[in-house]
């Protein structure tokens, strides 16, 4: 049996290209078949960890190391990191109009992968979960999120996630743009596509909501670029009853 893939960071700083720091000191570990949930306010920095985390090119990490088993990839482009199976959805996919959606499906993973595909079987595939996200088939026909709706992009991104079966996947705001049932469908989907791959979870929101149809292991909560509290489901709840304020005044 394979090892377990480690993501670690390590007193991670990162600063835009305009030289603001925005992470300031992150330290947080997520193993392989692990689910984890970073929350904070807007401005917290969330963003701007995973984009780190997956080597965007505008950001500078200043300080602290990113680790996959125990090797800096700080090095690495982002397509070398996805090689070692790490995977981000955006908050915002961008659209990108002549590319179709299934041809960048299928390079994305013989890149990721280094190998051919079998195109019947990735059809099938492809065919099995836009069934289950209760994606149209006039969608995958088109070009990469162009004049996709909010919930049909995150939906595609969810999609791609199932294809490309990454070992650490960072999820930012997956709930974003979905009304109350695509959310509980978006969830279910992504609850059976981690246990499925062992993929260690990493995802990122404001809002609870979509927790509720999942089972988190580990809460970390985020604000000015720090992580200020750490738990399980029950800081959840704190933040259902309290909001932010509980966590950024230091109370207990």
């Keep these: 049996m394979d090892k377990d893939t480690v993501l670690e960071i390590r007193d991670l700083h990162v600063s835009t290209a305009e030289g603001k720091e925005i992470v300031k000191g992150v ?34 990490v200043t300080k602290g190391d990113i680790l996959i088993d125990g090797k800096s990839i700080l090095g690495l482009k ?9 995977f981000l959805q955006f908050q915002n996919p961008v659209e990108i109009e002549g590319v179709g959606f299934v041809n960048f499906a299928r390079s994305a993973r013989e890149s990721a992968t280094d190998s051919a595909i079998d195109m019947k079987q990735f059809m099938s595939e492809i065919r099995s979960y ?19 709706s909010g919930g049909e992009k995150k939906k595609a991104e969810v999609l791609q996630m ?4 990454p070992k650490i996947a960072m999820m930012d705001e997956p ?21 499925s791959n062992r993929t260690g979870l ?12 999942m089972k988190p292991q ?29 966590f950024l005044n230091g109370a207990e």
């Design 27 to 60: 330290n947080l570990t997520v193993r392989q078949g692990e689910f984890h949930v970073i929350m904070g306010p807007n401005g917290s920095g969330k963003t701007t960890f995973a984009k780190a985390v997956m080597g965007y090119p505008s950001l500078k």
């Design 78 to 86: 982002a397509n070398e990191r996805a090689k070692l199976g790490i």
């Design 130 to 148: 836009t069934e289950k996200l209760g994606i149209t088939n006039g969608i995958i026909g088109r070009s990469l999120n162009h004049g996709f």
């Design 162 to 165: 199932a294809l490309m079966k």
């Design 175 to 195: 709930d974003s743009g979905l009304d109350i049932d695509a959310i509980k469908v978006v969830a279910k989907n992504v609850n059976e596509i981690a246990e």
């Design 202 to 213: 990493l995802v990122i929101t404001h809002y609870s909501r979509i927790l509720s149809y």
């Design 218 to 246: 580990h809460v970390h909560i985020m604000a000015d670029g720090k992580i200020i509290a750490e738990g399980g489901k029950e800081l959840i709840d704190k933040l259902e009853k309290e909001g932010y304020d509980s």
